[in-house]
Structures are given as C-alpha cells and as structure tokens.
C-alpha cells in the first residue's frame, strides 16, 4: 500500500529557485503602483523624524560599484529605521555642475565657440538632467526605496537660491574675500581646484641643488658664500624672490675645494653625499636668524633674493635653505607677506610663461623645466641634476600635473571660524572613530578655501563690481539675486546686464555713474554640494537639520563631509550632521583598485542581470564596508550560497505551514513544547543582536548572526527533527501544531529582520506566510524580544542538551564511516552520561530518539563497550526492529496491528485517524 497520501508533506508555491533578475523588476512595478514609498511616509507619521542625508553622487555615467555599496547600505539604514518606530523620509540627490559635464559634452563635438555662454550652460543642464534620469533608474533596479520623484538636484531654481543665500550669509559675516594667493591651479583644466579636487600619482621630476651667490653678507658673511637650495621644480626659478631659513635652526658655511657654501649644519652629511664632496670642512656656524635680510643674487636675473625665516623649512629633505618664490607656493607666499615681497606669478592660466619670465616666454612650464636647468648650468649656478619619482598633485578629473599658482580667487576664509569647526566635530559620533581624527587634523591646518573656479557650468559667484572694480556684497543685492534665481534659475547671470541683475534703483559708492559689472567665475562644485544642509535639510518641509546621519566613502572627508561642516558652521554655528558613517573602496576580488585597463571592473548592471539585487544587496550586508571591500565572481557565487540557504529555509517553513491558519491553530506560549519554547527563547535572542546590530549600523553582525540561525540552530537542529513530528503525526496534533506555531513567529520574524536587506525577497515570502494581513512587510514594524516564562532555566538546560547531542552526532558519523549503520535511523544507541546532572537532564527529555533522530534510545548507567565522549559515553548499534514503511524508523511494534502489518503502530493510529476523517 502506498502511504504517501496519508503523510502532510510540505506544500508551497513559493519557488525553490529565486529567478531574481526575471522576478525583481516586476516587483519594483509593483512596488511603484502601491506607491510603497508614500504608504511607508504616511504609516510612519507622527513618529520620532530620523533624516539620512543623500551625499549627491555626480551626475555623469553608469553607476559603478561604489555607487550600489553606498546607496543600499543607506537603504539598509532608512528601511530599518521606518520600521523600528521612526518616521524615516529618503530624499536622493545629485551634484549636477562642474567639468565633467563640460568635458562630456566636448567629447560629443559640442562647439563651445559658436554659444553664448548661457547656451552652452542650458547644453550642460540637459545632459546632466539626462544622466540623473539613467542614474535613477539604476538606483530603483538596486530596490533602493525613496522620494525618486522629487529628488534634490544642484541645478534647481530652488536649490541655486538657497545656496546663494549660504555664501551671502558667509559674505554678511565676513568670512568671504577676493584676494590674490596661490592656489592649486590645473593647466589642463584651466581653472583653480580645491584640495578636495586633489588627487596624487607618481610623477618623474628633475631634482636639483642650485646656488645664489651672497650680494650683501650683513656683516655675517664675507660676500664669497654661495646658499644652496634644492627643488624638483626648476620652473619655478624664474620667480624666486627669496631663500627662507630657519630662525632657529644652525646652519654651517662649508668649504670644499676653495668654495665656500650655506647648508643647514644637521644637512652636512647629506649634502656632501648627494653633492659628493670628497674634501670638505665648517669654516663657520650661525643660528638662522642671524641670517635675516642677507641679500643674495638670483642665478640668472639681475635681482635681489632676500635671506628671510620661517617656521615652515625643515631638515627632512634638501638643504635646509628653502627656495622660495610667493606666486608659487603657500608657505612662501605667507612669508613673503610677512617680508612685504611682490607676489611674482609668471605663468598664466594655460601654464605658459608670460613676458615676467624673460628668456622664457610662451613656453609651456612643464617643457621649460630642461631650458631653465641648461640656463643655471650655463652661469655656473647648477650644482647636481638628477630625476626622482615622487607623489605629486594632479587633478582628479583631467588626471594631469597641477601647479601652485597665485591668482585673484575668491576664498572662504576657514581659519575665522575653524575653532567652531573643531568644536562640532569633538561633539558628533563618528563611524568609524578614526573619522574623527581625520577630518579634525584637516580642518586644523586649513586656513583658507578657494571657492571660484573659471568655468561656465556652475552656479555664479553673485559679486558686483563698482567702477572702481571694488566687489560689492550687501544683504540686499544677496537677497535680490537669490530671489531671481530661485524665480528664472541662474543662467540669467550670464543672460542679463549687470544693471538688470540688481536691485531697482541700487545705488553705490563704488560707482557714481551707475556703472556696474558682474563677476564671471563660478563657485567651486564643493560648494554646491556643501549648501545642501540649507537648500534641502532646511528648505524641505519633511527633514530637519542637523540630519541624524551622513554616509559617504571615505574620500568624503576632505569633500562633502568638509565642505557640509565649514559652510553649516559659517551660517548655523552648528555642523549639519549628528552622526557621520564611512566606507570604504570597492576593489576587485585580489584587493587591486578597479581598472578597465586591467580589465578587473565588476559593474553592479552585470550583477543585477546575472544574479539579482538582492545578491548585490546580500553582498553589501556581508562586508567590512567600514573598510575597503572585495567583490569578485567567486565571491558573489559564495554570496548566492548564503542566499540560497536562507531563501531554502523559508521554503522549508512555508511548506510546513501550508495548512496552518494563525487565527484557529496557533498554541499559546505556556502550552507549547518545551523544545518549542527552546527555539523561541533562541529567536529573542536573536532578534535582539540584529536589533542591536542595526542601531548600530553593524551590518554583517546582522548577516552572519541571521545566516548561522538559519544554518544551525534550524536546518541542523530544529527543521530537521521536526520532520518526524510534521510529516508524520496527524493534521491536529498538538505536537504538529506547536512546532507550525513557533515555525510562523520564526518565519514572520526573520522575514522583518531581513527586509531591509533582502528587501525583494523579503516581499515575496511575505506574500506567502499564512495570516498576515499588510500587504508589504515593508508597512510593518520590526519584531520586539519578548519574555519567555522560565527562560534562565530552559535555556540551560536545553544547551546542555544541544552540547551532549554533539557528542551523539560525532558517535553517529563515526558509525556511519565503519559501515555499522547507514541512515541514522538505523540506529539504536546507548548513552553513559559522565556525572548526575547529564543522566537527570537525558532522563527528563520526552522523545529523547526523535530528537536525536534515531530509533531507539537508551540511557544506561555503565557500558564497557560505549565510547567516551565530552560529556558521555556513546555506543552505537544497528536497531534490531523493522522499518516503519511510512515513517521509516525501526521500530519493535511494525507488525502488530493486523489491518496495518508494514507500519509501527504510531503511524497505524494516525493512518485510521486519516481515513476516518476522510470517511466523515
């Protein structure tokens, strides 16, 4: 007879296979039909507002992984949030100004030449708009949920006037000037850079010792010193002003071979290895300072270098005598200040020399490097040339060298304010804590930022001129000027007059005449993108400012995290963020930087189509993202492993609780079995790591806490032993019912823990679990640990048991492997428990042969021929009964029921009960 119909084996539509990349889009429809963004918004109102601000990704090219590892782990962070009693609005964002737009539409054969400037703008408007539409797209297909109808974009009317009103609050305060300084200027792109636009690659330079003869020794020097000074910039020579000492280091005047030099005394050993001085002695020493106002002759031009100090020169390279020329670096532009020195720049914004630099004029910098050594060497001045490979400056976006290139730029100046800066962020929670430091020890040496740029594709700098060309910032031209942009957006900067821009009968005393002009550079992207605390925290009714959390890589520290603090604090005295979040790099599965030359790029497109977002997504939950991550094919396999057991164990309990109605069916906590209540002792414990894990943003925690559940303490524990209870036993059995009730709050309570994660998957088992009545798991809120009566002590009572079922387990397989038993169900075993506490707890356990999956148990006070173990003594034996045709266990009662001769008498009752109800 052929038992099978008699058996309740597990029954679900829910599929084996995942079918992700077929099954996901249709589920994002869905998804955007219900309006699942807006039906979240209002199920959350009225609660606690927690606000993750959108650092804006750049509006340009396909999403990279980078992209995906940071937009779902901000996904993660928003879907818990609204579900664990916060009301948790997402608003994405784009930065959409800046070079690269530009650049791409010179790629696509854009004339420039033949638009005005506002035409050209309107060009870069659009195809930004474009690229945040694909962008969008993506993001949606990563089943990241959020406001994608109203995003924040940089190149909004609305978002152009907040930001106006940020550097006009600035400006109020004074933080904001015009100045001439050098800054770092890109040849290639022909713009001044931020250092947050800074990026540094290796780069072959000359490196070269040259001398200046002393012109006026002060009475120190007998006027036949020469000073050397070291450089790997040789370019720069034209516009040498000045030799900087230290004040208080000592320096020596050696002679070698009857000439006599100035080096830093600590440098001597150095120096004469580099310059290879074979015969060499100190003719004298004298501290820096003594040094002040000595005047020495320029190598090849007929003027004065002054002998100056300052803090800045070191003895950890050159000579300790420090070229200095103020138009070309930072520290010598402020020592030259101090000097009253002129500040010479002899290179234009293309980075050829201009008619400053006789003898050099119209060559490139870089090119001039060969012609301006030949020079030294031929007036004698060239003391040693070689090449060296060093770190240097280039900028991230033409990939080419910068130089330092003192300009009229317009500056923030941070050093006004820093201590605030400094302030805020001791206050804020940094993840990880070296965050703190990192972006404290910038802010510290900042002095000042450069917010202009010479580009067209920006937002303008809303500066008038008067006739006397003195700029012109009031509250009123501000306000004005925000106003208009915020009504015609700001190409009207470059559309209209000056006199059309400004208020109606604006009067100046910088222009009698009535004569204005207007400024024409933009502001620095950074700046854009550092308003966003005022035009979308403070400018959209939903949010709030602080925001509780800004996530962003770990490059942000010297971008959006910076430039979000300095202009917050400028405007608010407060930093616009509460807690900052970062991760790290996505690299290729051997740790290497992604490269399309190398050929080793993973594009999250490929995965989705491959695999699935919730592979992506399981991917990201997995990972260090705190620190940089690996993502290969290999590894994303092992990530579909991970999935396919947790997607598996669903299954299993799906299947089992096919006829099972919550409402009619479900056993009450106290009348539960005792393992039972075991198992849900371990779910509240494990809803409260992933709760814990989750305010705490520590997403493996979650994955692995999650994964090894699913692994162990279910599919190797508790879904295995139940089968012999859930397959076999009848529909109504009590011990049927109580494992179905603790299978639906495991089932219902993983489902929410993961949702944010798996958040397609999430909805799909949903759909699935009996009686539950929201239509997305999304509109429901997280499960809450609750009391289980007597927990202390079933708890230990059944881990001791889990640990002695180890034992059994090993017995088991060693029998397996001697071919004493096959299945375990052949076995009968004997158990030796070590001391009392073991045979109690072995003695007080009902089904004890279930449990362990076998057939017959004993528990035995001795056995000489059991194996010792941990915690007891096992020996293992074939069981002498016959298998059960329905159950298969081997069991001493298969016979004796007459109508039913092949079965146990366990599976003869139930099978009666079967056809009884059939026949009522």
């Known amino acids: 007879m052929d038992y099978k119909q008699t058996l309740l084996m597990p029954q679900t539509a829910f599929p084996m296979r995942g079918n992700l990349p077929n099954k996901e889009p249709k589920m994002q429809e869905a998804w955007d039909e219900m309006s699942i963004y807006e039906k979240v918004q209002k199920r959350t109102e009225g609660r606690p507002l927690f606000v993750l601000h959108d650092g804006p990704p750049y509006a340009n090219g396909d999403l990279h992984m980078g992209h995906a590892l940071n937009k779902v782990l901000k996904d993660f962070i928003v879907r818990y949030k609204s579900m664990a009693g916060f009301h948790a609005p997402y608003v994405p964002g784009w930065d959409t100004h800046g070079l690269p737009i530009e650049q791409a539409l010179a790629k696509k054969k854009v004339n420039r030449k033949k638009m005005t400037v506002a035409e050209f703008r309107q060009k870069c408007a659009e195809y930004a708009l474009k690229q945040v539409d694909n962008q969008r797209t993506q993001f949606k297909q990563l089943g990241v949920r959020g406001d994608w109808e109203n995003p924040y974009v940089t190149l909004t009317k609305d978002y152009e006037a907040a930001q106006i009103k940020v550097f006009g609050e600035m400006a109020r305060k004074g933080y904001i000037y015009k100045g001439l300084k050098p800054v770092y200027w890109s040849p290639s792109s022909e713009s001044a850079l931020a250092e947050a636009e800074i990026e540094y690659q290796d780069k072959r330079s000359a490196s070269i010792y040259v001398t200046f003869d002393v012109q006026d020794g002060k009475n120190l020097f007998d006027g036949d010193e020469k000073f050397i000074i070291w450089t790997t910039t040789p370019w720069t020579i034209p516009a040498n002003l000045a030799i900087s000492l230290h004040p208080d280091l000592e320096y020596a005047v050696v002679l070698v071979e009857g000439t006599k030099y100035v080096i830093a005394h600590d440098m001597l050993e150095t120096v004469s290895e580099v310059l290879e001085w074979n015969n060499h002695s100190v003719v004298k020493t004298f501290k820096g300072k003594e040094a002040e106002h000595v005047v020495t002759r320029h190598p090849f031009y007929e003027r004065d270098s002054l002998v100056v100090l300052g803090d800045h020169v070191t003895t950890e390279s050159g000579t300790g005598c420090v070229h200095t020329a103020p138009g070309h670096g930072e520290d ?93 962020i001791r206050r804020i929670n940094w993840l990880p804590k070296w965050g703190e430091t990192r972006l404290f020890n910038m802010v510290r040496d900042r002095e000042d930022w450069c917010i202009s740029r010479q580009r067209a594709w920006g937002v303008p700098i809303p500066v008038f001129y008067g006739e006397d060309r003195t700029p012109i910032i009031t509250e009123e031209t501000i306000e004005h000027v925000s106003n208009l942009f915020n009504e015609h957006g700001s190409n009207i900067w470059f559309e209209w007059d000056a006199k059309d821009l400004l208020p109606e009968g604006f009067t100046s005393e910088h222009s009698p005449k009535g004569t204005f002009t207007k400024e024409t550079d933009i502001m620095d992207v950074w700046f854009d993108s550092g308003s966003s605390h005022e035009a979308v925290l403070h400018g959209r009714q939903e949010l709030q400012r602080p925001a509780d959390v800004y996530l962003e890589g770990s490059d942000q520290y010297r971008g959006w995290f910076n430039s979000s603090i300095s202009t917050a604090v400028a405007v608010t005295g407060k930093a616009p963020y509460e807690t900052i979040i970062s991760h790290g790099f996505a690299l290729d599965g051997q740790g290497r930087k992604m490269s399309k030359s190398v050929g080793n790029v993973v594009v999250p497109s490929k995965i989705i189509k491959q695999y699935g977002a919730d592979i992506l997504r399981l991917w990201v939950a997995s990972v260090d993202y705190q620190a940089d991550v690996r993502i290969s094919d290999d590894i994303i396999k092992q990530t579909s492993e991970g999935y396919r057991k947790i997607r598996n164990t669903f299954r299993f309990m799906l299947g089992n609780l096919h006829d099972f109605e919550p409402g009619k069916d479900r056993v009450a906590d106290e009348n539960l079995e005792e393992v039972d209540r075991y198992m849900l002792i371990q779910l509240q414990e494990l809803i409260e790591k992933v709760r814990k894990a989750y305010d705490q943003y520590e997403f493996s925690t979650i994955y692995n806490n999650i994964h090894n559940f699913c692994s162990i303490s279910l599919s190797s524990f508790y879904l295995d032993f139940a089968k012999d209870v859930l397959y076999i036993e009848g529909e109504n059995s009590p011990r049927r019912r109580s494992i179905q009730t603790v299978y639906h709050e495991i089932l219902t309570a993983l489902v929410k823990l993961l949702s944010p994660i798996l958040s397609h998957t999430a909805d799909e088992v949903w759909s699935y679990i009996p009686g539950v009545e929201e239509e997305s798991v999304q509109l429901t809120d997280m499960p809450e640990p609750k009391v289980i009566d007597n927990k202390v002590e079933l708890k230990a009572k059944w881990d001791k048991f889990i640990a002695v079922r180890d034992d059994i387990l090993k017995a088991l397989e060693e029998a397996r492997a001697e071919k004493t038993i096959g299945k375990s169900l052949e076995a009968n075993i004997k158990i030796v428990p070590k001391d009392a506490s073991t045979e109690v707890l072995l003695n007080g356990i009902e089904h004890l042969q279930q449990l362990l999956i076998v057939s017959g148990v004993e528990v035995q006070q001795t056995n000489k021929d059991a194996k010792e173990y941990e915690y007891v003594s096992v020996l293992v034996e074939k069981h002498p009964g016959e298998k059960c045709e329905r159950c298969w266990v081997s069991s001493d009662t298969v016979g004796e029921d007459n109508d039913y001769p092949e079965l146990c008498t366990r599976c003869a009752e139930v099978v009666k009960e079967h056809y009884r109800d059939i026949a009522e």
């Open 332 to 424: 010598d532009f402020f020592v030259g200040n101090r000097y009253g020195l002129e500040v010479l720049c002899p290179v234009d914004e293309k980075g050829n020399f201009t008619d400053e630099a006789p003898g050099f004029e119209g060559m490139f910098y870089d090119s001039a490097n060969k012609e301006i050594t030949q020079k030294l060497e031929e007036v004698g001045a060239l003391v040693k040339l070689e090449f060296i490979t060093h770190s240097y400056p280039h900028d991230w976006r033409t990939k080419k060298p910068t130089i330092f290139r003192a300009t009229n730029q317009w500056f923030a100046s941070i050093k006004d304010f820093r201590e605030e800066i400094l302030s805020e």
